[in-house]
């Protein structure tokens, strides 16, 4: 599979708000879960929101309430809504697609810069 393509990262003031988008290669039936990772200068790379094939989600609690997950089958793109941003949030976000058969391919990562 292609490495799929991130755009949407940038920087702003904290408050503000930013869209993520990640298009996957692929039919929407070869899909599995999607998902955002992040990772800050120094530290491990952390799940950040998830969305399987049935639209379930889940979130880091650090996140609860101010993002939001989805995808658009139809296009095989998944996106990250972030509101209310704070500093902490700064980081590079990855987006992770799941393949049958256990195939996982990762984004090249967009930086997401929050100012206080």
């Known amino acids: 599979q292609v490495q799929p393509v991130e755009s949407g990262g940038g920087l702003v003031q904290a408050g503000g708000s930013l869209r993520l988008s990640c298009a996957a290669s692929g039919s929407a039936f070869s899909i599995n879960a999607m998902g955002w990772y992040r990772q800050a200068p120094g530290k491990q790379r952390d799940l950040v929101a998830h969305?399987?094939?049935?639209?379930?989600?889940n979130y880091a609690d650090s996140v609860k309430g101010r993002f939001t997950i989805s995808r658009d089958n139809a296009k095989n793109t998944v996106y990250l809504q972030m509101n209310s941003l704070k500093p902490e949030d700064t980081a590079v976000y990855y987006c992770?697609?799941?393949?049958?058969?256990?195939?996982?391919?990762w984004g090249q990562g967009t930086q997401v810069t929050v100012s206080s």
């Open positions: 992770k697609i799941d393949y049958p058969m256990g195939l996982v391919v």
């Open positions: 969305i399987t094939s049935g639209g379930s989600t």
